[in-house]
């Protein structure tokens, strides 16, 4: 039983910023231009939009069915035309006289903005992908950062409600973050395709953090994570990887031949909670954008580690980041532009106990980006706190069952791409 409303947010849409609550549905989504410039929002549910995003109409989703058991993981226009998907498929799909073995994931194309399908192609990739990730480099090459996720949390006799960081909101009991205080190894791996999704190799190796403290790859602070991984083209043609870890930054590592070969993961500039990072080339300026959870050590030690959603460009390739800016900010956290990052290189993680949360309490994750024209197309979930008494788990305070929960909302925001270049903060 919810006895609060939708709070009002510290950061008010900027001026000449359109806000939209709900359009799209899930996180497995991509937007991709379709014919005389209409935009697409490819999904579960599918809307459109032919005025840069400013407004929107559900409309007839693309023919998936032909697809099998369909989840867009990603969507991108090809430079031969056609549209590719990368999804989920049904298990063995016939082609001709072939038929391909049981493969989870799956590309194919479409020459008719998505009113008919044709390959199937499986993707060899290492676990899974983070959504709407797979991109085409300029000579041709598509590439697909995936990763898997080894948790022992089954074997260890770590319950998950033990092991989670809790908070006190308004008296209630709130749970505020779980799974990443699980022995967990995530570990990344890019795959590659030059026939337009046909065929599809693997990089040669797979890839993990192996830095000290202080980021150098050694190997003296052991094996980090590098899970959700994204890829984008650097101004002098290489492929930068970045992807969130344990350590209190981003991680990131580089590619000088499409994606066969990379260099030691190491910790990025920016401060960051384990939580994952978008990384984007923005077409007009060859410039690298990144939109994350900017959070210092001390506040992801209080549980803030998704409460600063911040985004900051780089023009050389990642060595360095300018441009910060914060686009939501949760109560409880310090109004700036820019989080230094810190030292030690090290895991860090919520406390079990962070005591009294602020009111307006809040969290921003999951953000994903594009372009069109001038405007960038921002999407992102935002989540608060509500009182609610009839949830499980809850821990009685005299005789009152006291709990909280967390709903949320997805945000779709068209930005002018001159905001992201406001020299404020840089």
């Known amino acids: 039983m919810s006895e609060s409303v939708r709070p009002t947010f510290r950061k008010p849409v900027p001026e ?6 709900g359009v799209g549905v899930g996180t497995a989504t991509a937007i991709v231009e379709v014919h005389d410039g209409l935009l697409m929002i490819a999904g579960r549910g599918c809307y459109r939009s032919g005025d840069s995003g400013r407004t929107w109409e559900r409309a007839d989703a693309p023919d998936w069915e032909s697809l099998g058991e369909t989840s867009c993981l990603s969507c991108i226009r090809l430079q031969s035309g056609e ?10 799909l016939h082609r001709g006289s072939e038929m391909y073995n049981w493969n989870p994931f799956y ?4 020459d008719d903005d998505g009113r008919s399908w044709s390959g199937g192609w499986p993707m060899n990739l290492l676990g899974g992908p983070y ?3 797979m991109i085409q480099m300029p000579g041709g090459r598509l590439v697909m950062p995936s990763r898997i996720c080894h948790s022992n949390n089954h ?3 770590l319950e998950y409600a033990r092991v989670s960081s809790y908070g006190s909101w308004k008296g209630r009991r709130l749970q505020v973050s779980g799974h990443y205080h699980y022995p967990e190894v995530d570990i990344a791996a890019v795959s590659c395709s030059d026939d337009d999704g046909r065929t599809w190799q693997m990089c040669g190796g797979q890839l993990m953090g192996w830095f000290d403290a202080e980021g150098i790859p050694n190997g003296r602070g052991g094996i980090t994570a590098v899970d959700e991984p994204g890829v984008a083209v650097c101004p002098d043609g290489r492929l930068m990887m970045m992807a969130r870890s344990t350590v209190g930054r981003l991680v990131q590592c580089y590619s000088e031949d499409g994606g066969e070969t990379w260099t030691p993961v190491v910790p990025s500039d920016l401060a960051a909670s384990y939580s994952p990072p978008r990384l984007r080339r923005i077409p007009g300026t060859g410039d690298l954008m990144c939109v994350w959870n900017q959070t210092s050590r001390e506040e992801i030690l209080r549980g803030y580690r998704r409460g600063r959603l911040s985004s900051a460009i780089s023009s050389d390739g990642g060595a360095s980041w300018s441009h910060f800016r914060t686009i939501e900010l949760s109560g409880g956290m310090e109004d700036v532009e820019r989080v230094p990052p810190q030292y030690p290189v090290s895991p860090v993680v919520a406390l079990p106990e962070l005591g009294t949360l602020p009111d307006d309490f809040a969290t921003f994750d999951y953000a994903n980006l594009w372009f069109h024209g001038d405007r960038i197309l921002l999407m992102y979930h935002r989540s608060w706190v509500e009182a609610d008494e009839d949830t499980g788990g809850a821990v009685t305070l005299g005789e009152r069952k006291l709990t909280a929960r967390k709903p949320g909302e997805l945000v779709l925001r068209v930005y002018p791409l001159a905001w992201f270049y406001d020299l404020k903060g840089a």
Not at 16 to 21: A, C, L, S, T
Not at 107 to 110: F, G, H, K
């Open 16 to 21: 000449g910023v359109i806000e939209h609550i």
């Open 83 to 92: 549209l590719a998907l990368a999804h989920l498929g049904s298990g063995n």
């Open 107 to 110: 590309l194919s194309v479409s």
């Open 131 to 133: 959504y709407d990730t």
């Open 155 to 157: 074997h260890s006799g």
